[in-house]
C-alpha cells in the first residue's frame, strides 16, 4: 500500500449514532491532518497533529474527536452530529507539518447525517 | 484574515482550447500549491512555487508565482478532457495553509 488510505469510504449515520474515520499513512511522514470539504466552501482545516502532538484544533464543535496513536494512523470519532457535518472528510499527511510542506490527500470519507 | 480568491469558479471550454486560471490575494504568502481534484478522489499536488516571479511547467501546464508571492496562475496549453477537475490553490499562510475555493473546470470533446 502506498499514500494516504481512508476508511470507509462512504458513510450514512443517524444524528445518535457514534461512528469513527480511520486514516493511514505509508509515506513516513510527520504530520496528518483532517480537513471538511463542503460545497461552495474551501477546504476547513479541523486538526493538525505534528509527531503525534496536536498542534492545532480550529475550534472544531466537541461532537468531532480525533486520535492520532502513532504517526502512521489517524481517527475521527463522531457523536451526535448534525446534518450540517455532511461533507467530504479529507485526511492528509505532510513531511515537516509546516506551512510549506506540501499535503498529500486520501479519498476522502463521504459522510452523510441523516 | 488571509485569503485566496480564485476565478473563474467554474470553466467549460472545448478541448484543444487554451485556457488561465488564477489565484489571487492581498496577503503574501512564503509559497503556493497548486492541486488537482477528479470526482471521488483527494486532491493531488501538481506544483509548489516559492520564489517571486517563479514559473515552473508540468507538460501543457504552467504555473506562475507574482512577484510580489500575493497571486498565481495556471495556463493549460491545448486542453484535453483528462485535464477535467476541480483546480485548488493553497498558501503558506502565517501559521497555516490557506485554501481557495477552487476552479472547476471541465473540457468538452
Known amino acids: 500500500e502506498t499514500g494516504v488510505t481512508q476508511t470507509p469510504r462512504h458513510l450514512v449515520m443517524g444524528m445518535t449514532n457514534k461512528k469513527s474515520l480511520k486514516c493511514e499513512q505509508h509515506?513516513?511522514?510527520?504530520?496528518m491532518y483532517w480537513y471538511k470539504q463542503s460545497a461552495k466552501k474551501p477546504l476547513e482545516l479541523m486538526f493538525v497533529?505534528?509527531?503525534?502532538?496536536?498542534?492545532e484544533n480550529n475550534s472544531v464543535p466537541s461532537r468531532f474527536s480525533p486520535e492520532c496513536p502513532n504517526s502512521s494512523h489517524l481517527f475521527l470519532h463522531l457523536h451526535t452530529l448534525q446534518p450540517e457535518d455532511s461533507a467530504l472528510y479529507l485526511c492528509?499527511?505532510?513531511?515537516?507539518?509546516?506551512?510549506?510542506?506540501?499535503?498529500?490527500f486520501g479519498n476522502g470519507t463521504r459522510l452523510t447525517v441523516t | 484574515t488571509q485569503l485566496l480568491e480564485q476565478s473563474p469558479q467554474f470553466l467549460s471550454i472545448q478541448e484543444g482550447e487554451n485556457l488561465t486560471v488564477y489565484c489571487n490575494s492581498s496577503?503574501?504568502?512564503?509559497?503556493l500549491q497548486w492541486y488537482r481534484q477528479e470526482p471521488g478522489e483527494g486532491p493531488v499536488l501538481l506544483v509548489t512555487?516559492?520564489?517571486?516571479?517563479e514559473v515552473k511547467k508540468l507538460k501543457r501546464l504552467t504555473f506562475q508565482f507574482g512577484d510580489a508571492r500575493k497571486d498565481s496562475s495556471l495556463h493549460i496549453t491545448a486542453a484535453q478532457t483528462g485535464d477535467t477537475g476541480l483546480y485548488l490553490c493553497?498558501?503558506?499562510?502565517?501559521?497555516?495553509?490557506?485554501f481557495g475555493k477552487g476552479t472547476r473546470l471541465h473540457i468538452l470533446p
Open positions: 492528509a499527511s505532510s513531511q515537516s507539518g509546516t506551512v510549506d510542506s506540501p499535503l498529500h
Open positions: 509515506l513516513g511522514h510527520n504530520a
Open positions: 497533529y505534528s509527531l503525534e502532538e496536536r498542534v
Open positions: 496577503s503574501v504568502f512564503s509559497s
Open positions: 512555487v516559492v520564489t517571486g516571479g
Open positions: 493553497a498558501g503558506g499562510g502565517d501559521d497555516k495553509i490557506i
